[in-house]
């Protein structure tokens, strides 16, 4: 059975520029945060027509579009990304209504604690977490622990781990998994087959039994399967 306490946080990057794009959205999966990506503000109106992100992380000027606008209507907090220079330029955009600014070029380890801050406010504590029969996932402390002992993970691992939960049952394919735990241009899919390997021996070893949960499907990928956990 599947327990979520504070379910994970949805952050849009709106981004024209592609290897950005999947650069911030691979670090802030990192995190836990299930993390969807587009290029243009229509992609991202189209995209969540039906359920509003919690945090909108933009370009400053976009094609047709401002951030500080595509936030207003999507209903979310929104960091900004700016090109511009000045603290005249910062000053601004938190006076026209940006949650916050970077501006670029910026560190991923920054963007990743600023959005930690804004998500974070109005949650009562920081131990987001996911939980599939006996294993537990504390996503913003990168912590794992099976019956109630901890589990000891890279972060790669972790990041792993998070895209096989997220959610359970599902199957991943490795070009998913390659997205969702390696830089870009890095790794392959013999290196997402060694990671998983070293996943489930981790796994096994901490007492979640032969495979670890993580089932092979042929021809398609993995998938975390609740019906391989012991009882």
Known sequence: ??????????????????????????????????????????EAIDLCRDQSPDLLVSAELLEQNTALRLAQQLGCSVIVLTARSGVETVVGLLDDGADDVLR???????????????????????????????????????????????????PREFALLCALLMPPGMVRSRQELLRAAWPPFSGGPRSVDTQVLTLRRKLEQAGLGEGGGITTVRQQGYRFSLDDLPE
Do not use: I, N, W, Y
């Not at 306490?5 to 950005?20: G, W």
């Not at 070029?105 to 504590?125: K, N």
């Open 104 to 154: 670029k070029p910026f560190g991923l380890e920054e963007l990743a604690a600023r959005c930690r801050t804004l998500l974070g406010r109005g949650r009562v504590g920081l131990q987001e977490r996911v939980a599939v029969g006996p294993l537990e996932v504390h996503l913003l402390l990168r912590q794992v622990t099976l019956r109630e002992k901890p589990v000891e993970l890279s």
């Open 1 to 42: 059975m599947l327990v979520t306490t504070q379910s994970p946080s949805k952050v849009l990057v709106v981004e024209p520029h592609p290897t950005l794009r999947t650069v911030l959205a691979q670090r802030l999966r990192q995190d836990g945060h299930l993390t969807a990506a587009v290029g243009s503000p229509q």
